[in-house]
């Protein structure tokens, strides 16, 4: 396994991690807020919440593959910065 695998494996578990937790806010504001008296209204409601879930989940999703990808560029700058300073001062 070389290091694009576990990078797209570590990306992979970041991204359903932050989803998870999203999704389980989105429910949990939605389950707060609301009052259900009909079982019309449970359904409706799981429905709304179930697509407000995985819409924010999506959105939060792309952004935090996009700070990763910008820790793992500043990374590799600082590395290869480094790098050459080490090379420098032989």
């Known amino acids: 396994m070389d290091f694009s695998d576990k990078l797209s ?3 992979m578990v970041i991204r359903w991690t932050v ?3 999203t999704s389980k806010i989105v429910n ?3 389950k707060n807020n609301t009052d259900p008296e009909t ?3 449970k359904v409706q409601i799981f429905a709304g919440s179930f697509a407000i879930g995985g ?3 999506n959105v ?3 952004h935090t593959d996009e700070k990763v990808d910008e820790i793992i560029v500043w990374t590799k700058k600082a ?3 480094y ?4 090379a420098e001062s032989k």
């Open 9 to 11: 494996i570590a990306k």
């Open 79 to 81: 590395k290869d910065e």
């Open 83 to 86: 790098d050459k300073k080490q």
């Open 60 to 62: 939060v999703g792309d």
């Open 39 to 41: 079982l019309s209204e």
């Open 19 to 21: 989803i998870g937790g």
């Open 55 to 57: 819409m924010v989940a």
């Open 28 to 30: 949990g504001i939605v």
